[in-house]
């Protein structure tokens, strides 16, 4: 008897760890309500996302479904991507949506590309090498990065804000927005550079010219 109740204990206890293990960064009602909440939020109805730190690739696939984005996903270890890979091609939108491998320190990008970046537990990927100077790079002018604290705790959530506000206020970036969802996010805008001009209309001004 006492051998069957601990096989049993054993037996959940094991299928706990399992789907501890198996748990997405997002499941797939948050990461569809968050690919809602970014699209709508950074005014892009359309154009280049990357998503780093998305595990199972179901972020960046929900915002392939939100409209013509292209979408990539980034990660720093080649077992997260194959997972996200795998995903992705038994995906209904496979060839919107791509996986990489990167190195912190430098995002795979030229410069002013991306029109929304998402960086979740950012606090890890600053220690590894990812720089707000480096977000900033490679983001086009008015795009959007969401920097997310991930798995912080509560105690060093302050702390970690005004570290990166501060690093911001360096680069000409001064109060970013602070959002909750699924911990807190640092959204941060692009300016327009003040040597470019804007087109407000299709032959540049009103008047045509």
């Not at 690919?35 to 998305?54: H, M, N, Q, R, T």
């Not at 984005?69 to 795998?86: G, I, P």
């Not at 979740?120 to 997310?148: H, Q, T, W």
Request: glycine share 8%.
């Amino acid at each position: 008897m006492r051998k069957s109740v601990f096989s049993l204990l054993l037996a959940v206890a094991l299928t706990i760890l399992c789907v501890g293990e198996a748990q997405p960064l997002w499941g797939a009602s948050d990461s569809e309500s968050f690919a809602d909440l970014i699209v709508k939020s950074s005014g892009f109805s359309g154009g280049i996302c990357v998503v780093i730190g998305d595990k199972d690739a179901s972020l960046a696939l929900s915002i392939g479904r939100h409209g013509p984005f292209v979408v990539q996903t980034l990660y720093t270890d080649k077992s997260t991507l194959n997972e996200a890979r795998n995903a992705i091609n038994s995906s209904d939108i496979y060839g919107k949506v791509s996986a990489d491998v990167f190195s912190p320190d430098h995002l795979p990008y030229v410069e002013n590309l991306i029109d929304i970046l998402i960086a979740d537990n950012f606090p890890e990927l600053m220690e590894k090498g990812l720089s707000i100077r480096e977000v900033l790079r490679v983001l086009a002018p008015l795009g959007a990065a969401y920097l997310g604290g991930g798995d912080i705790a509560d105690t060093a959530k302050s702390q970690w804000i005004e570290k990166v506000k501060a690093n911001l206020a360096a680069e000409g970036i001064i109060s970013p927005r602070i959002i909750e969802h699924q911990g807190v996010w640092i959204v941060v805008r692009q300016p327009w550079p003040p040597d470019i001009d804007e087109w407000t209309h299709e032959l540049h001004g009103p008047d045509g010219n």
